[in-house]
């Protein structure tokens, strides 16, 4: 593929399309704040509205005034600009013709995918409730799960709500043990790292919640509001390195998150317990 026949909008939209696939945290957030970004720094406005009050109905007579709605607003920034540059020699070009180009962007969004995805696990709120579980077993751990459901309940997240959890390998593996998980009709509509249902939950794996240096892992149980994603492609595109005979791709994948709806989360530190001598 010579360089001249790179249409940039295409490829853009190839790489975001090739990203939402490979989301796991991501895709579990609210995107609908999104709107035209152009450059980092750049913030995203989110309004929110206060409850409304419900009052006994009388016939024949007055309704209470008209009440005032309380709203907020929360401010999401754009502060995350991850790049990607390669290059692809004419040599591998002429014997593979576009098909390496297409491998190279998918390796490009995956890598940023799972960048975007750890950052959302990096993201931290003290109004955040948690449950804590220092040896996590096949047994105690699903009493773990329903701690961590039962405060999301009183918190008054609705029963119809979508809810995710999301754990790593090594707390999946208590899940697979424990033979509680349930497949679905819908499995392949819920997307990479989608391993059952569980509780009320659906349930994903992913290796970008890691241990910390106790050897535990803050999973995380929540609503699909409960935090805002906003991204933009911001470029993609092609040229020729000075210094060599190929081809050459560069990109800037602008984004930013916030924990909107603290209360519509749960965080689980959950550190596995070895029952290999259980």
Same mark, same amino acid.
């Given at each position: 593929?010579?360089? +001249? #026949?790179?249409?940039?909008?295409?490829?853009? !939209?190839?790489?975001?399309?090739?990203?939402? =696939?490979?989301?796991?945290?991501? =895709?579990?957030?609210n995107?609908?704040?999104?709107?035209?970004?152009?450059? !980092?720094? %750049?913030?995203?406005?989110?309004?929110?509205?206060?409850?409304?009050?419900?009052?006994?109905?009388t $016939? #024949?007579?007055?309704?209470?005034?008209a009440?005032?709605?309380t %709203?907020?607003?929360r401010?999401l920034?754009?502060?995350?600009?991850?790049?990607?540059?390669?290059?692809?020699?004419?040599?591998?070009?002429?014997?593979?013709?576009?098909?390496?180009?297409?491998?190279?962007? $998918?390796?490009?969004?995956?890598?940023?995918?799972?960048?975007?995805?750890?950052?959302?696990?990096?993201? @931290?709120?003290?109004?955040?409730?948690?449950?804590? #579980?220092?040896?996590a +077993?096949?047994?105690?751990?699903?009493?773990?799960?329903?701690?961590?459901? +039962?405060k999301?309940?009183?918190?008054?997240?609705?029963?119809?709500a979508?809810?995710?959890?999301?754990?790593?390998?090594?707390? !999946?593996? =208590?899940?697979?043990?424990?033979?509680?998980?349930?497949?679905? %009709?819908?499995?392949?509509?819920?997307?990479?790292?989608?391993?059952?249902?569980?509780l009320?939950?659906?349930?994903?794996?992913?290796?970008?919640? @890691?241990?910390d240096?106790?050897?535990?892992?803050?999973?995380v149980a929540? +609503? %699909?509001?409960?935090?805002?994603?906003?991204?933009?492609?911001?470029?993609? $595109?092609?040229? !020729?390195?000075?210094?060599?005979?190929?081809?050459?791709?560069?990109?800037?994948h602008?984004?930013?998150a916030?924990?909107?709806?603290? =209360?519509?989360?749960?965080?689980?530190?959950?550190?596995?317990a070895?029952?290999?001598?259980?």
């Amino acid at each position: 593929m010579a360089i +001249t #026949n790179f249409i940039s909008n295409v490829w853009s !939209e190839t790489l975001y399309q090739e990203l939402h =696939k490979s989301y796991v945290a991501v =895709k579990l957030c609210n995107r609908e704040f999104e709107g035209e970004i152009k450059g !980092e720094g %750049d913030r995203v406005h989110i309004c929110g509205i206060g409850p409304v009050t419900v009052f006994d109905y009388t $016939k #024949n007579a007055n309704m209470p005034t008209a009440e005032a709605l309380t %709203d907020s607003l929360r401010t999401l920034i754009i502060n995350q600009a991850k790049g990607f540059n390669f290059c692809i020699d004419d040599v591998d070009l002429a014997q593979s013709k576009k098909s390496l180009m297409q491998a190279a962007m $998918k390796e490009a969004s995956n890598a940023l995918a799972d960048v975007a995805d750890a950052y959302i696990y990096s993201l @931290t709120d003290e109004k955040v409730g948690f449950v804590t #579980n220092a040896a996590a +077993t096949s047994v105690n751990i699903i009493h773990t799960l329903a701690q961590a459901r +039962t405060k999301l309940l009183e918190n008054n997240v609705p029963n119809a709500a979508r809810i995710s959890l999301e754990v790593p390998p090594a707390i !999946e593996q =208590k899940l697979v043990l424990a033979k509680v998980l349930r497949s679905t %009709d819908n499995h392949e509509d819920l997307g990479r790292g989608y391993i059952g249902s569980l509780l009320g939950f659906d349930v994903y794996v992913t290796n970008n919640i @890691t241990a910390d240096a106790n050897d535990s892992y803050r999973c995380v149980a929540r +609503t %699909d509001r409960a935090i805002a994603f906003a991204e933009q492609i911001n470029s993609v $595109k092609a040229y !020729e390195p000075e210094l060599r005979h190929g081809d050459a791709v560069k990109g800037l994948h602008l984004y930013g998150a916030k924990i909107v709806y603290p =209360k519509e989360m749960v965080y689980l530190n959950l550190t596995p317990a070895d029952e290999s001598t259980l």
